[in-house]
């Protein structure tokens, strides 16, 4: 289990990435979250400091998509046997574009 402080260390490296970093996906993702029934997982690269329930972050699904959404709705999410998203604990901090780009190139683009 990640400790507290290790947490709220990401909390501000994410809410630090908000704006121009972001925006050009010149900064790290900090965490992996992921579905393990299936293929999905989002990188969270930033989060609104002014509204800490907003993210931005990279969806690979069926495509691969950088967004804002929220905190509340992906731990609204259940996958077929009603188990909540994961928190990838042995992913290590990478840059976002870099992320980016290994995923469009997986899915062909």
């Known amino acids: ?6 947490i709220y ?3 501000e490296i994410l809410k630090n990435n908000w704006g121009a970093l972001a925006d050009s996906l010149a900064c790290n993702a900090e965490l992996r979250v992921y579905d393990p029934l299936s ?3 989002c ?4 989060i609104n400091p002014e509204d800490e329930d907003e993210m931005a972050c990279i969806i690979n699904g069926f495509d691969v998509e950088v967004c804002h959404w929220r905190f509340s709705e ?3 999410r259940y996958n077929a046997h009603g188990e909540a998203p994961t928190i990838d604990r042995e992913f290590r901090p990478r ?5 980016y780009k290994t995923l469009k190139a997986k899915h062909g683009w």
Do not use: D
Request: no cysteine.
């Open 1 to 6: 289990m990640m400790s507290l402080s290790k």
């Open 43 to 46: 990188f969270v690269f930033a």
């Open 74 to 76: 992906l731990w609204a």
């Open 95 to 99: 840059n976002a574009g870099e992320i």
């Open 39 to 41: 293929r999905w997982e």
């Open 9 to 11: 260390k990401k909390i």
